[in-house]
């Protein structure tokens, strides 16, 4: 069993709502002509939801956080990502870093926010913050 008392590769619900949510990011990130090099990247105990470039300009690796919160009953997503969580999301892309084949270019930490769409076509809200941290 994990450490949340599920068998090993067996998803809960909130995480498989975490993947669908990190999914439409990168679809979107594609379309807009970002490169996705690595998701849901462990390093250590910490993980990265998404490595990519940014074409620019200027072409950036971007580390991007995916949040996805069902309501706002306890604030926005934006407010989960604390001054530990930042921490450790710096710490990990800096590790990854020093041993990865990455392209050599300015590091950029973005927060990509994604609820459930109140939108008449019933597509997710999305909000996407650039060098959020």
């Known amino acids: 069993m994990s450490a949340g008392g599920q068998p ?5 619900s909130r995480q498989r709502e975490g993947d669908a949510a990190e999914d439409l ?7 807009a002509g970002w490169s996705i090099l690595a998701r849901q990247l462990h390093v250590g105990r910490a993980e990265l939801d998404i490595v990519a470039v940014d074409p620019g300009p200027p072409r950036q690796l971007v580390i991007v956080e ?6 706002r009953d306890f604030g926005l997503a934006e407010e989960t990502v ?52």
């Open 8 to 12: 090993p590769g067996v998803r809960t």
């Open 82 to 133: 604390d001054r530990r969580k930042r921490i450790r999301l710096h710490q990990a892309a800096w590790r990854w870093l020093e041993t990865a084949d990455a392209p050599r270019l300015p590091v950029r930490f973005d927060l990509v926010v994604v609820e459930p769409g109140h939108r008449p076509d019933g597509e997710p809200v999305v909000r996407h913050h650039r060098a959020a941290f």
């Open 25 to 31: 990011v990168a679809r979107r990130l594609q379309e």
């Open 66 to 71: 995916v949040r996805r919160r069902g309501r």
